[in-house]
């Protein structure tokens, strides 16, 4: 067994685990408290590994301080997707599944990347195959008539003005984060980007009066 087929099992594993919480305590507490906490425990938990998997001489590390901004707005988009599971838990996980189709169109429209869909090559072919699969599930995902005879409580309105956002901001976030892995290290990335992020839920907190002692 190879590293990477370890570190595939823990995501999996860690993955489920987090989302078994997040349904269990997102009819708790609010939404933004929930999303503190997140915030504060990856806060935490990440700087801890950096420092003491990576090592780093921060004396000669180049620290993009920028990419606190990048947190901001991760933060925002995990809220809206604590909102958007709140009306329909399967909805939101299925249109979560098709981030790195939108990722990838991103990656192309931003970047430029056009090898990946390039369909004279197979792999390239193949992507644009699965690329134009997963718009038409997004496109499904959209359409009103597809949630007829939803759990009564699903707010089909209410549901797309939550889900929008998330979809836009974590497709291009992801496009962005793809090439700076290869120049920054991931755990320096995460650390910088959960620090924005939970300074913008206290924020969050403070502004609409959100009691974080539960």
Known sequence: MESWHILIAAYVLLISIYEFLSKYFLHKMPVLVLTFYQYLTSLTIVPILYFTISKPDLSNTAIPWWFIIMGVFWSMAVYCFQQAKKQSL?????????????????????????????????????????????????????????????????????????????????????????????????????????????????????????????
């Open 90 to 214: 399967s909805k939101s996980m299925l249109m979560n599944k098709t981030m790195n189709g939108v990722s990838i169109f991103f990656l192309v429209l931003l970047f430029g990347e056009f090898t990946i869909i390039d369909p004279r090559t197979h792999k390239g072919l193949l992507h644009l195959v699965g690329l134009c699969l997963i718009f038409i599930a997004i496109y499904l995902l959209y359409h009103k008539k597809t949630h007829e005879g939803s759990e009564a409580s699903f707010n089909y309105k209410e549901w797309v003005k939550w889900i929008t956002p998330f979809v836009v901001i974590i497709g291009i976030g992801q496009a962005i984060v793809k090439p700076l892995v290869f120049h920054y290290d991931p755990l320096l990335l995460l650390s910088l980007q959960y620090l924005g992020s939970f300074l913008t839920m206290i924020f969050l907190c403070l502004y609409q009066k959100a009691g974080i002692i539960v």
